[in-house]
């Protein structure tokens, strides 16, 4: 692994993470740093998911793929935030 890759992957994650974060209605109470953990998670997964699936890479914007990332992160962010809210209350859980 490259510093640029690493450098990437970080940009990729925020940008992935920051569009899940806006994408799911409500406040979330988690900071940009996780939301950025969860966006590097959710590309790196969304990928995976792709290939596994057999979408085919192109040399522009591989759309499915990209929708795969942005909801994983939508998920993500909020199973984060839930877990940072201290899950449910009253439950006894």
Not at 22 to 30: D, E, F, H, M
Not at 33 to 48: E, K, N, P, Q, S
């Amino acid at each position: 692994m490259t510093i640029q890759s690493i450098l990437g992957a970080i940009v990729i994650g925020a940008v992935i993470g920051a569009i899940g974060r806006l994408l799911l209605p409500g406040r979330q109470a988690i900071g940009w740093i996780l939301t950025i953990v969860v966006g590097i998670v959710a590309a790196l997964i969304g990928t995976l998911i792709a290939q596994v699936v057999g979408v085919e890479t192109t040399p522009g914007i591989d759309w499915i793929e990209l929708v795969l990332q942005v909801v994983l992160a939508v998920v993500g962010v909020g199973i984060v935030a839930g877990l940072r809210r201290g899950g449910p209350r009253g439950t006894g859980i």
